[in-house]
């Protein structure tokens, strides 16, 4: 998906295939993002609205308004970060695996900023749904006042209808998003363009000069002001999580074409009506349309925020598998809602705690308004954390001398910070929402990972060299384990150690089988495993074999199909005298153990929610025999 250059002319088919792509994208990537006009100007104008707004004031917001799209959007993720893709695969995981290839030294920190990163993310995922919807609903009572009482209960149904579908998939509905928000940015452009008309001096805007003296001029109010600034890039995060679902050209040529061009315009719209009407700056979106076409465009405002929620849900989605495969989170219930496209996925576990989340937002902060301000600090939280891994990306895999990387880099990463100071100035408004979420989906996946290297070290000691079991078992005697027909396959993480599973079989029926394999599960730090890699196949006696088998973080994880493809490929077994073996463990927590007793209860409460292993690797369930063993950790 990721396409380079290339001199060969484009085709017409070419240039369809663009076409939808990059409308496609308009829906899934731009969807975010396209909601802002709803409520960034309006926030952006109370700080300065108390005495009166200046003429100098509203023109040097719209030129910050500007130039914080331009150079965060259109610079950094458009046409920088698009290019530093895992095998066209985006995102803050993405990114994290392939660093962690070539991280030297400093892997521990990359790990640590790449959870952060992929916490707020999850964050904004909570309240991305609640605002949207909340912002689009509240113009019923620009319609009628009498509706205002009915816009939290009207947000919170809408709010669970989406979360409902879910299970079904967005295979059907997606074909409508593109379309639905390509309409929604061209009504946004001729808002603006048709109040641009009411004061022209707003198109001075485009002089960044005027940015640069409003924050000069307003002094530490312009750094309050400068974190509702940053609500107009809100969904830039998604241009590069999504990368790997439309490819870069696509995304760019939206971006060009039709996003940046409508967003530019409808600021400029917002700041000549209130130019003209000051009073319009308690609302400026929606006062830019006649009565007649309230209505109409409150509906079209909450289909666009039903859009941008549905995409925000379905990239947490995303981001959730990429963490179990990584290592991150423990094995949950991933149901394919696709025959066609593995992309298109539900996991009703997240499902349920973004809805619970989603919906303790919205009756907690009542408004758009109050929400607002919880908003800014996870979205740029994450791009300061992305910034700061782009920085080891281009030294690392572009050979970026420091020099340059610092040049370059420096600038932007220091614009991030002070958006990122200007935004915790509002922790305790509601920007401890964004933190504590931030926080808590941290600890849970260091926790996991911490968890999971300790216990795997604790089990090591006690294990048996796979090689010493086999030569021992392989012997011929009196005391030989009785050999009975058939094909056993030990599911362990540890390859160069027999499985406790085997060992316990061993023990209680002293039998074993007339082939056996040991399989391992690797999942490579790559969106998809190459077909010429996916397979190791070792023979390790007459009756022992050790399989690999790999996939990327992006794939489905169906051991079934995978072994179907390998007896194809010339291991020959029959399926239907195989018996799958898994180990459980029960954990037990032990004060002494490398982690604090609190974070040993939340990972055994972790592993006792994931889900069971035979479910997730798609293994055959009449097939599966369970040996447990006790571990103290």
Aim: net charge neutral; aromatic share 10%; glycine share 8%.
């Amino acid at each position: 998906m990721n396409q380079e250059n290339s001199e060969v002319p484009a085709t017409p088919k070419d240039f369809r295939s663009l076409f939808w792509l990059g409308l496609g994208s308009v829906g899934v990537v731009y969807g975010d993002i396209g909601t802002s006009p709803l409520y960034a100007f309006r926030e952006a104008l109370k700080p300065i609205a108390d005495g009166g707004i200046l003429r100098e004031e509203i023109i040097g917001l719209i030129s910050l308004i500007i130039w914080t799209l331009t150079i965060i959007v259109t610079l950094k993720y458009v046409l920088f970060l698009l290019r530093a893709d895992n095998e066209g695969e985006g995102g803050t995981l993405s990114l994290l695996a392939l660093l962690s290839k070539s991280a030297a030294g400093h892997g521990a920190l990359l790990m640590i900023l790449g959870l952060i990163g992929a916490a707020l993310f999850l964050g904004d995922s909570m309240i991305t749904p609640a605002l949207s919807v909340l912002s689009a609903v509240e113009g019923l009572k620009l319609v009628t006042p009498d509706l205002e009482r009915f816009i939290v209960p009207i947000s919170a149904g809408i709010l669970i209808a989406i979360f409902a579908v879910q299970s079904h998939g967005t295979g059907a509905v997606a074909k409508f998003f593109g379309p639905i928000t390509a309409v929604w940015f061209l009504v946004m452009a001729l808002g603006g363009v048709f109040h641009i008309a009411d004061d022209f001096g707003i198109l001075s805007a485009f002089n960044p000069w005027h940015a640069v003296h409003f924050l000069l001029r307003e002094g530490f109010l312009g750094i309050i002001v400068l974190g509702a600034v940053f609500l107009t890039v809100t969904g830039a995060e998604a241009l590069y999580a999504d990368l790997g679902h439309f490819g870069r050209r696509p995304i760019q040529w939206a971006w060009f074409v039709l996003v940046f061009p409508a967003l530019v315009l409808n600021y400029l719209g917002q700041g000549a009506l209130v130019l003209k009407h000051p009073e319009a700056a308690s609302d400026p979106f929606f006062l830019m349309f006649p009565e007649w076409a309230l209505l109409p465009v409150v509906i079209l405002a909450t289909a666009a925020t039903i859009i941008a929620s549905q995409a925000v849900i379905t990239g947490a989605f995303s981001l959730v598998r990429q963490a179990i495969h990584l290592g991150f989170l423990p094995r949950m219930q991933i149901l394919f809602t696709s025959e066609t496209h593995t992309g298109q996925i539900y996991l009703p576990t997240v499902n349920a705690l973004l809805l619970l989340g989603v919906l303790a937002l919205v009756m907690l902060f009542q408004s758009s308004e109050a929400l607002a301000t919880a908003y800014g600090i996870s979205v740029t939280g994450a791009m300061v954390v992305t910034t700061i891994m782009a920085f080891s990306f281009v030294r690392s895999r572009w050979g970026w001398s420091m020099t340059t990387a610092v040049a370059l880099l420096s600038p932007l990463f220091a614009l991030e910070l002070v958006f990122l100071g200007a935004n915790m100035l509002k922790v305790h408004d509601g920007g401890y929402v964004p933190v504590l979420f931030a926080a808590g989906f941290t600890v849970v996946m260091w926790t996991w990972r911490r968890g999971t290297a300790i216990l795997f070290a604790k089990t090591r000691h006690a294990d048996v060299p796979l090689a010493a079991f086999i030569a021992s078992i392989e012997k011929k005697s009196e005391n030989a384990p009785v050999s009975v027909a058939g094909t056993a396959i030990f599911l362990t993480s540890d390859p160069e150690t027999a499985p406790a599973a085997l060992l316990h079989n061993l023990k209680h029926n002293h039998v074993i089988h007339d082939r056996n394999i040991i399989l391992t599960i690797k999942t490579v730090n790559r969106p998809r495993a190459n077909e010429e890699e996916r397979f190791l196949v070792e023979q390790l006696s007459e009756r022992f074999s050790r399989v690999e088998i790999r996939f990327g973080f992006m794939e489905n994880q169906n051991v079934s199909k995978a072994l179907a493809n390998l007896r194809r490929g010339g291991l020959k077994f029959d399926i239907m005298s195989t018996s799958f073996y898994l180990g459980r463990r029960k954990l037990v927590p032990d004060a002494k153990s490398g982690m604090p007793y609190w974070q040993d209860r939340l990972y055994i409460t972790l592993a006792n929610t994931a889900t069971d292993p035979s479910d997730y690797f798609r293994l055959p369930a009449n097939r599966v025999v369970e040996l447990g063993s006790h571990v103290i950790i």
